[in-house]
């Protein structure tokens, strides 16, 4: 999170705020077709994991090989839908500033080509993910980490237009990690080899659970990158620095949920191969909780202090992102449920209606902004309508779970809803407090100190179960032992 908050500061010093805008712009139109790279990705781990869940080496095999197949013939349709729908966007429907026509075609080739290289890093890493060797994948994410940051130190070194340098620089790191991926593959999954050959009825398979996915991930870009899109056209580039800056946040913050929910998720869908509907419904009570725990811990420290943050952090502040960043963690917080309840409903393979439903929801996200803007509606509410949608969706996920997926919406309330609204609002208390009576840094540090005390100690009182606050003892008893 560190490098990636420092890194974004030095962008925007070597970019300038007008380049910044075009890259997170263009960014976001080429990102529209990362709902491909999701969708099969989604897909594969789900296979994958449920034949390891039951021992099946020969389903296995089968597997991969179909997900490599999909993940082909999916980078060809992305190379010919993204050149066409790119050419049009740039020239008829973004407003790049006069001048950066060029630059906005150049971005958006080098970002397209790193979705190609992303959807067959996604294949790899979805096969380590599911044989669960997270300590592999935790190596490789700090690498990839700092070799972004190398990318942005050698922006100040290499002379040249800043723009072109950066988006080739990030394309050679993807491919780097995409070749770290297939070595680790190939040495560790000797039994797992790089053919084609999976079977007509398991490709039918995955190409159905894949299009299915990527409905869900297609929706889930609109109100991305979308929004993002709907916002230049209303307020221009300058919001667009804005709301980069807050993605980037967003990104960085929810790296600590999401890598729980990655280590988690093989877990749930093994348990509910194995029939332990119990276990598997435990899991996702108790990683939903700590999924926003752990969220919180962050969140609430940059809520109080977003001015001297982004002071410490931005020589230049566009306007309106201290606003942007409160509202996306807000956003943040009630996302950070959705994560076990969607692998919940990917575990039982039955996911037509439910992607459907939510889809639906989620691409609505987009006319509404669109109409708000229209009729006067401040750039706020380009966040604020995420965060209205996603409370709806959240209700909607639970009727889905309960019907499909063995978890009572009330015991969802009690196990999951209830413990967290205590926790927060204990562990709030005092920092709360301390923001009133400081200002600048030392509410910074003061803040962010007191919410390192009060949360885990809230947390282990109200929010974990007497089972999961056992678990935790002999965990801190084991680790002082060793010591």
Same mark, same amino acid.
């Given at each position: 999170?560190?490098?990636?908050?420092?890194?974004?500061?030095?962008?925007?010093?070597?970019?300038?705020?007008?380049?910044?805008?075009?890259?997170?712009?263009?960014?976001?139109?080429?990102?529209?077709? *990362?709902?491909?790279?999701?969708?099969?990705?989604?897909?594969?781990?789900?296979?994958?994991?449920?034949?390891?869940?039951?021992?099946?080496?020969?389903?296995?095999?089968?597997?991969?090989?179909?997900?490599?197949?999909?993940?082909?013939?999916?980078?060809?349709?992305?190379?010919?839908?993204?050149?066409?729908?790119?050419?049009?966007?740039?020239?008829?429907?973004?407003?790049?500033?006069?001048?950066?026509?060029?630059?906005?075609?150049?971005?958006?080739?080098?970002?397209?080509?790193?979705?190609? *290289?992303?959807?067959?890093?996604?294949?790899?890493?979805?096969?380590?993910?599911?044989?669960?060797?997270?300590?592999?994948?935790?190596?490789?994410?700090?690498?990839?980490?700092? *070799?972004?940051?190398?990318?942005?130190?050698?922006?100040?070194?290499?002379?040249?237009?800043?723009?072109?340098?950066?988006?080739?620089?990030?394309?050679?790191?993807?491919?780097?990690?995409?070749?770290?991926?297939?070595?680790?593959?190939?040495?560790?999954?000797?039994?797992?080899?790089?053919?084609?050959?999976?079977?007509?009825?398991?490709?039918?398979?995955?190409?159905?659970?894949?299009?299915?996915?990527?409905?869900?991930?297609?929706?889930?870009?609109?109100?991305?990158?979308?929004?993002?899109?709907?916002?230049?056209?209303?307020?221009?580039?300058?919001?667009?620095?804005?709301?980069?800056?807050?993605? %980037?946040?967003?990104?960085?913050?929810?790296?600590?949920?999401?890598?729980?929910?990655?280590?988690?998720?093989?877990?749930?869908?093994?348990?509910?191969?194995?029939?332990?509907?119990?276990?598997?419904?435990?899991?996702?009570?108790?990683?939903?909780?700590?999924?926003?725990?752990?969220?919180?811990?962050?969140?609430?420290?940059?809520?109080?202090?977003?001015?001297?943050?982004?002071?410490?952090?931005?020589?230049?502040?566009?306007?309106?992102?201290?606003?942007?960043? %409160?509202?996306?963690?807000?956003?943040?917080?009630?996302?950070?449920?959705?994560?076990?309840?969607?692998?919940?409903?990917?575990?039982?393979?039955?996911?037509?209606?439910? %992607?459907?439903?939510?889809?639906?929801?989620?691409?609505?996200?987009?006319?509404?902004?669109?109409?708000?803007?229209?009729?006067?509606?401040?750039?706020?509410?380009?966040?604020?309508?995420?965060?209205?949608?996603?409370?709806?969706?959240?209700?909607?996920?639970?009727?889905?779970?309960?019907?499909?997926?063995?978890?009572?919406?009330?015991?969802?309330?009690?196990?999951?809803?209830?413990?967290?609204?205590?926790?927060?609002?204990?562990?709030?208390?005092?920092?709360?407090?301390?923001?009133?009576?400081?200002?600048?840094?030392?509410?910074?540090?003061?803040?962010?100190?007191?919410?390192?005390?009060?949360?885990?100690?809230?947390?282990?009182?109200?929010?974990?179960?007497?089972?999961?606050?056992? %678990?935790?003892?002999?965990?801190?008893?084991?680790?002082?032992?060793?010591?």
């Amino acid at each position: 999170m560190g490098i990636s908050l420092y890194a974004s500061r030095i962008v925007l010093q070597q970019l300038g705020v007008e380049d910044f805008g075009v890259y997170s712009v263009v960014g976001s139109l080429s990102m529209f077709f *990362l709902f491909l790279n999701y969708g099969v990705s989604t897909a594969i781990q789900r296979f994958l994991t449920y034949e390891i869940g039951i021992k099946n080496d020969e389903g296995l095999q089968k597997c991969f090989s179909s997900g490599l197949a999909v993940t082909i013939l999916i980078c060809i349709v992305l190379i010919t839908a993204g050149e066409i729908a790119g050419f049009f966007a740039i020239d008829y429907l973004l407003d790049i500033p006069a001048g950066k026509e060029g630059d906005a075609l150049f971005v958006y080739q080098f970002t397209l080509l790193m979705i190609v *290289l992303d959807l067959f890093k996604s294949c790899f890493q979805s096969l380590i993910l599911s044989y669960e060797r997270m300590s592999f994948f935790a190596y490789l994410s700090i690498a990839e980490a700092l *070799l972004k940051l190398t990318v942005v130190m050698l922006l100040s070194i290499f002379p040249g237009n800043k723009l072109h340098i950066y988006v080739i620089l990030l394309t050679s790191s993807s491919f780097l990690i995409l070749i770290c991926y297939l070595l680790y593959s190939r040495i560790n999954f000797p039994n797992v080899k790089l053919t084609l050959r999976g079977g007509r009825e398991r490709l039918r398979t995955i190409v159905s659970f894949t299009g299915w996915n990527t409905l869900s991930s297609f929706a889930d870009l609109c109100y991305m990158q979308g929004s993002n899109i709907v916002l230049n056209m209303f307020y221009g580039v300058a919001l667009n620095a804005a709301m980069g800056i807050t993605n %980037q946040v967003k990104t960085a913050v929810m790296t600590f949920s999401k890598n729980v929910q990655f280590a988690a998720n093989p877990h749930i869908i093994k348990e509910f191969a194995k029939g332990e509907y119990e276990n598997f419904s435990t899991l996702i009570y108790g990683v939903s909780r700590i999924s926003f725990l752990i969220l919180f811990l962050p969140g609430l420290p940059i809520l109080l202090n977003i001015h001297t943050i982004l002071s410490i952090w931005l020589t230049v502040i566009p306007p309106y992102t201290e606003t942007f960043i %409160q509202l996306m963690i807000c956003f943040a917080l009630i996302d950070s449920l959705v994560g076990p309840l969607w692998i919940g409903m990917q575990a039982t393979g039955n996911i037509k209606r439910y %992607q459907i439903t939510t889809s639906i929801i989620w691409i609505s996200i987009l006319p509404v902004t669109y109409y708000i803007f229209k009729y006067g509606g401040g750039p706020e509410w380009v966040i604020l309508t995420q965060i209205i949608f996603g409370a709806v969706l959240i209700c909607v996920r639970l009727i889905f779970a309960q019907s499909k997926c063995h978890i009572p919406v009330k015991s969802y309330i009690m196990r999951v809803i209830i413990p967290l609204v205590k926790a927060t609002a204990a562990a709030a208390i005092i920092p709360l407090a301390a923001s009133l009576l400081f200002t600048g840094l030392a509410k910074l540090v003061i803040t962010s100190l007191l919410t390192l005390i009060a949360l885990p100690s809230a947390s282990y009182l109200l929010a974990l179960t007497a089972s999961e606050r056992s %678990q935790v003892v002999a965990l801190v008893k084991s680790r002082l032992h060793r010591s």
